[in-house]
């Protein structure tokens, strides 16, 4: 307070038109060369994965594999070794990688905003776990939904509404009770999905268990014929959105007296991020911490305004799953599990958010 | 008329809150809302924002019927300034500013124009804080927030605007800043009503005063009028008087006003309270 009265004139401020003289910069154009920067940092890490792996491959090989593929080349003389390696495992792997990056952050973001909580994330609220549990029963009983996605999202669908609903308290959701509603909904979730393991067989039981631990091991291109429109057409739809998810995040009233209509604009945002999430799980099982790190560490680099956050988000997200991933499979010489990675590696970064952000967050 | 309130009714279930309430506000006058807590004052502008849903009766805005008004077309005609608050993520000032711009954004892209930018500094400089353009929201203090929040509803250029207490986070000279700003705004021609408990601010500053009690307008008009004593010993059940300072006219409570009739310095007689009584 004492501030205030020194920083303020004293007096009333002469005469002025409202369109003043003063010039004000927003900083888009540096923040738009930040995100085509990041852009230019997953093109990198998506070149460093395919060129990286357990077997040896020079980057020339790896060129003449995408060489011989190009529709004027006639000598088409192609190493069956080095093709299957670039374009049956290593690409697609690298573009579900990027994909599931994009997804998570994304969903991370719109999540955060929309439930006006920098501390939530499609794990943190049950998401995931209620997608498992879908993909879980539409692997043990195909007949019950169309496909995996399907089920996946429904339950995601179910698992979010759940945690809306019953935290919302006088039309706002408290942070605390927003958290709460996701432990236990995620609690609810795991329970239900190891009772569906303990009754399927062996071999249902191994996928099950394979697909949760999340990883891209099984990632090919049908994966991608899911993910790639998607996520795209998802993400499109939720930047065009950016400016409006600004507005929201100042609280219902403030937004409807700002001209945006907030019940109608968060259902539609939540369902777009748990479309994207139920997709994500359904592919590659549960990858933790990824929605959460990626829209803070956008928030850092570009500040809060979504137009920026989520494209930087989604950037950041590909990014940094490609490193965990290419870890993921060159640390030792099996495989770790990608969320096993992402989960050792995001533990230090969320307590660190914890000690720096939480007492914001939880006004304690 | 820039407002109109036609025989409006409110319940929140079986307990009415605005009974019948009916008054016209003419352009470019600086009214005031008083009434006591739970009088009815926020359910009314909640009403006039379009927050909450009117049972009977009729609201309407430069003419037009606020029940066919959408959100966006509400947002250009009644802007509005809350209470301050934490927003949780860390807008600066200009962004937080700029959003008040988002109902004249066009399309459904929201791309900023020039123009934006300009309305933003002009409701900045207006205010005084231009300084403040670029600090975090959430790092300011209270009294600053406030500022802000009023930069933003400037920034929406709306021919009515509405302010929630707009001073109870202020200062005493920042409280009377505010209410000068105001009063600037309605003689360029815009339509402000506040809402207050200090009957001081709308005696000195308001062109007109309702006073609301129980969900009815009890009083309207001049403020030197509405605020004699018997609105506020309905109100206050008697705890004030209204005095003549200098051609001034000025609530105080009547604990002081009549300690100072009496001639006994109010230390004093306070001070003599507290001296224990000598045990017998």
């Given amino acids: 307070m004492s501030r205030a009265v020194q920083a303020l004139p004293v007096g009333i401020p002469g005469d002025g038109e409202m369109q003043g003289s003063a010039k004000l910069e927003f900083g888009e154009r540096r923040k738009a060369l930040l995100v085509v920067l990041l852009l230019v940092l997953v093109i990198a890490a998506a070149v460093v994965a395919t060129l990286s792996g357990t077997y040896d491959l020079s980057v020339l090989e790896v060129l003449e594999t995408f060489r011989v593929r190009l529709p004027w080349v006639a000598d088409a003389r192609v190493d069956r070794v080095h093709d299957t390696i670039v374009w049956q495992i290593r690409l697609p792997r690298v573009l579900v990688g990027v994909l599931v990056g994009f997804g998570l952050a994304t969903a991370g973001a719109v999540y955060q905003g929309t439930f006006r909580n920098p501390l939530v994330e499609p794990f943190i609220l049950g998401v995931s776990a209620g997608a498992s549990f879908g993909a879980s029963l539409a692997i043990l009983y195909p007949g019950l939904f169309l496909n995996l996605q399907v089920g996946a999202f429904g339950f995601g669908l179910v698992a979010v509404s759940i945690v809306y609903f019953s935290s919302r308290i006088h039309g706002q959701n408290s942070p605390v009770n927003l958290i709460l509603a996701g432990v236990i909904v995620s609690s609810l979730f795991q329970a239900l999905v190891s009772i569906l393991k303990y009754s399927s067989d062996d071999a249902a039981l191994r996928a099950i268990v394979f697909w949760i631990m999340g990883g891209l091991y099984f990632a090919g291109w049908n994966d991608i014929a899911y993910l790639f429109p998607v996520v795209v057409v998802t993400i499109a739809i939720i930047w065009v959105l950016g400016w409006r998810l600004n507005v929201l995040s100042m609280g219902d009233d403030e937004a409807r007296s700002l001209g945006i209509h907030p019940g109608r604009l968060r259902l539609v945002l939540i369902l777009l991020a748990t479309l994207m999430t139920g997709i994500v799980v359904a592919s590659v099982g549960v990858i933790a911490w990824v929605g959460l790190m990626m829209p803070h560490a956008a928030r850092m680099m570009l500040g809060p305004d979504h137009r920026f956050v989520i494209p930087g988000a989604a950037l950041l997200g590909a990014a940094y799953l490609l490193l965990c991933d290419t870890l993921a499979r060159t640390l030792i010489g099996t495989e770790i599990p990608l969320s096993i990675i992402t989960s050792i590696l995001g533990a230090p970064y969320l307590l660190y958010l914890l000690r720096s952000r939480g007492r914001a967050v939880f006004g304690g | ?280």
């Fill in chain 2, 1 to 280: 008329m820039t407002l109109r309130v036609q025989d409006l009714h409110f319940s929140y279930g079986p307990r009415p809150i605005l009974e019948g309430i009916s008054f016209e506000i003419e352009r470019g006058t600086l009214n005031g809302l008083f009434g006591p807590n739970g009088s009815g004052k926020t359910t009314l502008f909640r009403c006039f924002l379009g927050l909450l849903r009117i049972e009977a009766g009729e609201i309407a805005l430069c003419d037009h019927d606020i029940s066919r008004l959408t959100v966006r077309e509400k947002a250009r005609l009644i802007g509005y300034v809350p209470q301050e608050h934490r927003p949780p993520f860390p807008y600066k000032v200009k962004e937080i500013v700029l959003m008040g711009r988002t109902p004249h954004m066009n399309g459904n892209f929201y791309y900023l124009g020039r123009n934006h930018g300009a309305a933003v500094a002009g409701a900045l400089e207006t205010l005084g804080i231009l300084h403040l353009a670029d600090e975090r929201y959430d790092q300011l203090s209270g009294g600053q927030r406030q500022l802000v929040l009023i930069a933003r509803a400037m920034a929406q250029q709306t021919p009515i605007l509405i302010l929630d207490e707009p001073t109870s986070a202020l200062d005493f000279s920042n409280q009377i800043r505010i209410w000068q700003i105001l009063r600037r705004l309605a003689g360029q021609g815009t339509t402000v009503i506040a809402c207050s408990h200090d009957p001081n601010h709308l005696l000195w500053f308001a062109d007109r005063v309702l006073a609301l009690n129980r969900g009815r307008i009890v009083a309207d008009g001049p403020p030197a009028t509405v605020l004699g004593e018997p609105v506020l010993d309905s109100f206050y059940r008697e705890a004030c008087a209204l005095k003549e300072l200098d051609g001034t006219l000025v609530v105080v409570p009547r604990v002081v006003a009549e300690s100072r009739v009496q001639g006994e310095p109010e230390s004093h007689a306070r001070g003599s309270d507290l001296v224990p009584s000598p045990p017998r």
